[in-house]
C-alpha cells in the first residue's frame, strides 16, 4: 500500500440492520469511482447525497467538491430516482443504492449510473430500479441528459473517438422476476440518444477494439 484517503462524508458498505418476516435484512450504499484517462484524477460520488468528490490521484488529496444538479431543462430532484417496481425477495434481502461510474473519453464528463432498492414491510415488499445512464460535467456537477430510465445499466464503455458509448444492462425486474434478455446500446456520447440495440439472451461483456488491428510481422 503506497496512500489512502478516506473520503469526508463518503460511506460505503453493507450493514445487517434488521430481520423482517426472520429474512436478515441489509442496508448496502455504494459509492461510484472513476479514474479520468490520464489517470491524474479520481472522481468519488456518494451514494447518499449524489456529492461528487475529485481527488488528484498522485497524492491521494481532494481538489474540491460538487453538488450534482439537473440541468434546468431536466428538473430539480437527484435523489429519489425509485422508479418503484415490485420484486419477490429470497433467502436475503439488500436495500440500499448503489453507483458507479465511468469517465467520457474527454476526461471532462463522467457517465454516472446505478441501482436502487427499497424494504417495505414485508420481504415480499421490495421496490427496485434502475437508474439509468446520466452524463455529468465533471467541473460544474450539473447533469446534462438522462438516457434509459428504468434500465439497470451494468457496464458502460466510452468508444477512444469520444463520439459513441457502449452500454450493458436489463430491464428492472417485474414480480420478482428478471427477463433473461441482456442489452446491448451504442448511444451518442453526448446527446446520449439512442443510435442502435440489440437483445442477448446470455450474459456478455464489452470490449472495444481499434479499427486497425496490429498485425505480426512475418
Do not use: C
Amino acid at each position: 500500500e503506497i496512500q489512502r484517503l478516506a473520503v469526508p462524508g463518503v460511506r460505503g458498505g453493507n450493514w445487517w440492520t434488521r430481520s423482517v418476516d426472520d429474512v436478515l435484512v441489509g442496508d448496502q450504499i455504494t459509492p461510484a469511482v472513476a479514474l479520468s484517462p490520464d489517470g491524474a484524477h479520481l472522481a468519488v460520488v456518494d451514494a447518499e447525497t449524489d456529492q461528487l468528490t475529485m481527488i488528484a490521484a498522485a497524492t491521494m488529496t481532494v481538489e474540491g467538491t460538487q453538488q450534482l444538479a439537473r440541468a434546468e431543462s431536466l428538473g430539480h430532484r437527484v435523489l429519489g430516482w425509485l422508479g418503484i417496481m415490485p420484486q419477490t425477495a429470497e433467502a436475503k434481502v439488500t436495500a440500499g443504492r448503489w453507483l458507479d461510474a465511468t469517465f467520457a473519453a474527454d476526461g471532462e464528463h463522467l457517465y454516472l449510473w446505478g441501482t436502487e432498492s427499497e424494504l417495505g414491510d414485508s420481504v415480499e415488499d421490495i421496490e427496485m430500479n434502475g437508474l439509468g445512464v446520466m452524463l455529468v460535467h465533471v467541473e460544474s456537477g450539473e447533469i446534462l441528459v438522462e438516457a434509459l430510465g428504468g434500465m439497470m445499466v451494468q457496464a458502460v464503455v466510452p468508444a477512444p473517438d469520444d463520439d459513441t458509448v457502449y452500454l450493458r444492462g436489463m430491464s428492472t425486474p417485474r414480480g420478482g422476476r428478471f427477463s433473461g434478455i441482456e442489452h446491448l446500446w451504442r448511444l451518442d456520447s453526448q446527446s446520449l440518444k439512442t443510435l442502435a440495440e440489440r437483445e442477448y439472451r446470455a450474459y456478455f461483456e464489452i470490449a472495444v477494439l481499434p479499427l486497425a488491428l496490429p498485425v505480426a510481422a512475418p
